[in-house]
């Protein structure tokens, strides 16, 4: 199964394209609190900054709260050295959805550390993604910067943080999200002083990053002041169950993880998950989040009234959206690899609607069942009900809230499994499956065209075979990336199927059972 990418990108225009290009020995940048030393590839002649600390460490008492400011840091600080992941959270594993009392496996803790709040440049990078692959294919007309934020019950998911009223009485909710806002608001300051532009911030996930784009996309109602980006991309956006902060379903969570790190009898619940161990904190992260539903994630973001004041079904359906304009893009079989294959001979699309979202109903189960009935055998029906209920569709929903400003793509070079598109952003860390130049520069190429100008019809790269991309708006019009049986590339527009179409309607009306 492949993870949900915790990985969110901002892609700056360049003030100049003069800013892009680096000096012989990357200079000193001071913003603020500290002074920074950058490197510079002698390949490339990219600087790069790694480790620049946005906040302060949110540990000890101010574990569980809002991002602060970072300390001052005396000298200059040498920015060549990828800082440490932050604890990551898994997948559900089990077969129903919930199961609490299931019994859990003990795994050993990854050698990620909670102090973990920090920016990397190329003007960025990632420690799994090379920035610097953007700024090549945009022939130095960006700057990249990619962000690290708190996971798991540390931060609610893959993204954000520990819920419940105590939590929302004496921490924050949806840290992760404040930790990634408080970033693009210490970008919207420094920028510059890395050559980039305030005003042209475009925010990009994949995967689980994606599903962050979407957050800040409806955050603060649509309404953030000032603006902290123009424009979003998102690949595979990722929308699970988005429930009120103090719901049954972040109630029970918070006590689950009372209750395994020995804090249950204590008279200040939270003061006592505050004091504890950090590596008791993370085995409760890791059995709390296995003990989900197979290929969901169990800490997830939820409702809190202030930054995500509804349900974003409901924020995307009123156009309570920032930015200007989004490029959408899923891949064709999102859902595979979250589904439990070895059920192939057992499972039934009405029962496993059910499971993944427990609180649909048999009626609707059974809806379901009808809609996805032509898709295929039980598993494959199984398998689109993952992948575009909580991928394919939530990117429509997005599509549909900038209706004059807005474009889709399908990856669907084989197999078309989630995941399987990164690669032909980041060449450099991994090969891409179809390793065909004019098919990549087509592709890859189209996410900085958008980023740089908003519309993924103005090349950067006059080699693109792209035809001419329509809005989405025209005709439920798309682009298809895909490569056809003898090896050549296959990018032509299309119109979204009709009965794709039907299905992410019948979601959309049952979003405040699915609790999206």
């Not at 915790?6 to 913003?31: E, F, I, K, R, T």
């Not at 390949?43 to 602060?68: C, D, E, H, K, W």
């Not at 042209?200 to 994606?210: H, K, L, Y």
């Not at 595979?336 to 009626?363: C, E, H, I, K």
Request: proline share 8%; aromatic share 8%.
């Amino acid at each position: 199964m492949r993870a949900a990418l915790p990985l969110l990108v901002l892609v700056l225009a360049l003030l100049s394209c003069a800013a892009a290009q680096a000096p012989a020995q990357a200079p000193v940048v001071d913003v603020g609190n500290a002074q920074y030393q950058g490197t510079v590839s002698p390949q490339t002649n990219i600087s790069t900054y790694l480790g620049i600390r946005y906040a302060a460490a949110p540990v000890g008492g101010l574990r569980f709260r809002a991002p602060q400011s970072p300390p001052a840091l005396p000298g200059v600080q040498r920015a060549a050295t990828a800082p440490p992941r932050c604890l990551q959270a898994p997948f559900g594993e089990l077969p129903t959805n919930p199961n609490p009392e299931s019994p859990l496996r003990a795994r050993a803790v990854q050698p990620d550390q909670e102090d973990c709040l920090f920016l990397k440049y190329i003007g960025g990078g990632a420690a799994s993604y090379d920035g610097g692959d953007l700024i090549v294919r945009a022939k130095n007309g960006v700057v990249v910067v990619t962000i690290q934020y708190r996971l798991g019950i540390f931060g609610n998911a893959h993204h954000r943080f520990l819920a419940g009223a105590r939590v929302k009485a004496d921490g924050a909710l949806n840290a992760g999200l404040l930790d990634q806002e408080f970033a693009l608001k210490w970008v919207q300051q420094h920028i510059s002083k890395f050559g980039g532009d305030p005003q042209r911030v475009t925010i990009w996930g994949e995967s689980a990053g994606a599903g962050s784009v979407l957050q800040h996309v409806v955050a603060r109602n649509g309404r953030t002041r000032p603006p902290l980006f123009r424009a979003a991309i998102s690949s595979s956006s990722f929308l699970p169950s988005q429930h009120p902060f103090d719901g049954a379903v972040p109630e029970r969570i918070f006590s689950q993880v009372v209750s395994q790190t020995g804090c249950g009898g204590a008279a200040d619940a939270l003061a006592c998950l505050r004091a504890a161990d950090v590596s008791r904190l993370q085995a409760a992260n890791v059995q709390v989040n296995r003990a989900g539903f197979y290929g969901t994630l169990v800490t997830v973001p939820v409702v809190d009234g202030d930054f995500i004041t509804q349900r974003p079904t409901v924020a995307l359906r009123q156009r309570r959206v920032n930015g200007e304009a989004l490029l959408a893009v899923t891949n064709t079989h999102e859902g595979n690899g979250f589904v439990n294959q070895s059920t192939a001979g057992t499972v039934t699309a009405a029962d496993y609607a059910l499971r993944l979202f427990p609180d649909l109903g048999t009626a609707n189960a059974a809806a379901a069942a009808r809609l996805y009935a032509p898709v295929g055998a039980p598993i494959d029906q199984a398998n689109a009900i993952m992948g575009e209920s909580i991928f394919v569709c939530p990117s429509y929903f997005m599509l549909n809230a900038f209706p004059a400003a807005s474009y889709k793509g399908e990856f669907a070079v084989p197999n078309g499994s989630h995941g399987e598109d990164v690669a032909f952003y980041f060449p450099s860390v991994r090969s891409p499956t179809f390793n065909n130049t004019p098919f990549i520069i087509s592709f890859a190429g189209a996410f900085m065209d958008f980023a740089t100008s908003l519309d993924p019809n103005r090349r950067i790269d006059s080699r693109s075979i792209t035809p001419l991309w329509a809005p989405h708006c025209v005709a439920h019009s798309e682009m298809l990336f895909n490569r056809t049986s003898d090896g050549r590339p296959d990018i032509r527009a299309i119109a979204t199927p009709p009965p794709l179409l039907q299905r992410c309607a019948f979601w959309e009306s049952v979003a405040h059972l699915t609790a999206q």
